[in-house]
């Protein structure tokens, strides 16, 4: 009979010890997983992209980067292209941010609108061009 008691009392003790756990961490929980999904939510919806294919090129050619402007890109060799150069529309600034080697970046910024221009070497040897605007 003792022992169905401490049993019983100690179930009693560990129900309310994690009740008032849950009660008091629950809130807070809420609270900081709720507000990152909905500041994702917004700026995902903010930003577009656009990726495309293409084959590997065998002389410097022109890409666009959305209303932002072009990147000219050449083929090193077989696993390496390089930045040409950047044409902007007007009211943008560039910053190149990888200009040679499997892959390249570029920023396009007018305000706060933000362009990236992504080209890399794909896995079939062709060229993958990804373009972010924000």
Known sequence: MKRIVKIGSSSVVAASALAATVALVAPSAVSATTAP??????????CATSSRNYGLPRKPTSYR???AGSVK?????????????????RGYRTYVDSRSGSSVDVYLRHGSRTVEFEGEINDAGGLTIVVTTC
């Open 37 to 46: 999904r909905h500041a994702q939510s917004a700026s995902a919806a903010a």
């Open 65 to 67: 980067a959305g209303s």
């Open 73 to 89: 890109i050449a083929t090193v060799n077989s696993g390496a292209i390089k930045i040409v150069s950047v044409s902007s529309a």
